[in-house]
């Protein structure tokens, strides 16, 4: 058990369609991670938020958006959702100061028919 | 434009045998590698590093080597297990990343399968 939270573990809509991801970090970590893990492609960053504030921003779409609350915890919404967004969207968590070692959710299955 | 690569979709491997995952990359700007290994329906987990200091950073039966001459480094495991079987993350981080993880940028993956 990693400590970070993602739910929901499985989610299927429609296209057009908007959804909301939610994540909760390990207890004390700062900072979020946002990751797209496409069909045979890798983890791609989207987006990075610490202590509620946005710090890096990777292949994210416009029609993407995230935030962190003043709790720590995190959304990814997904919106005008188009078959190729269908993917596992990974949360991740890590402290200030390590270098890399990202504590990883188990992922939410978004599929869009 | 892959930054990291890993070349081999899939390793096949015989229980007691040593595993040799690879991994390239292509930005001189990657000061420091991690491997990361999934197994299914859970989320990847971290399982070593190198700094670019170092060319090889032991954990168990666990060796991450690095050639950054040629941009390149491998994870080796042995004696290989069937409980290793999983995908295998190569990943970097640019040297400008400051005081907090920043912008990991992974490969696609190796899927791993040891045999009894």
């Known amino acids: 058990d990693s400590g970070v939270t993602q739910t929901p573990k499985h989610l299927i809509t429609a296209t057009g369609q908007r959804v909301t991801l939610r994540c909760s970090p390990r207890?004390?970590?700062?900072?979020v991670y946002w990751y797209q893990q496409s069909l045979d492609q890798g983890l791609q960053f989207l987006i990075q938020?610490?202590?509620?504030?946005?710090?890096a921003k990777g292949n994210i779409l416009e029609r993407f958006s995230a935030q962190q609350f003043p709790d720590l915890h995190s959304e990814l919404n997904l919106s005008s959702l188009e078959l190729g967004d269908s993917a596992l969207y990974f949360c991740?968590?890590?402290?200030?100061?390590?270098?890399?070692?990202?504590?990883f959710g188990e992922g939410s299955r978004l599929t869009v028919l | 434009d892959q930054q990291v690569k890993q070349n081999s979709p899939s390793l096949s491997v015989q229980e007691g045998r040593i595993s040799i995952l690879n991994c390239d990359y292509t930005?001189?700007?990657?000061?420091?590698f991690l491997w990361y290994k999934k197994y299914p329906a859970e989320g990847p987990t971290f399982l070593i590093s190198?700094?670019?200091?170092?060319d090889k950073n032991e954990d168990g039966r666990f060796t991450v080597f690095l050639n950054k001459s040629a941009k390149h480094l491998s994870l080796h495991i042995v004696p290989s297990q069937p409980g290793d079987s999983a995908v295998y993350f190569c990943?970097?981080?640019?040297?400008?990343?400051?005081?907090?993880?920043?912008?990991?940028?992974f490969g696609k993956g190796t899927l791993l399968t040891v045999n009894p």
């Open positions: 991740a968590s890590g402290a200030s100061g390590n270098t890399g070692e990202l504590f």
């Open positions: 207890s004390g970590d700062l900072s």
């Open positions: 938020y610490y202590n509620g504030e946005e710090r």
């Open positions: 930005n001189s700007m990657f000061d420091y």
């Open positions: 190198i700094s670019s200091i170092k």
């Open positions: 990943a970097a981080q640019p040297s400008n990343s400051g005081g907090s993880n920043y912008k990991l940028t």
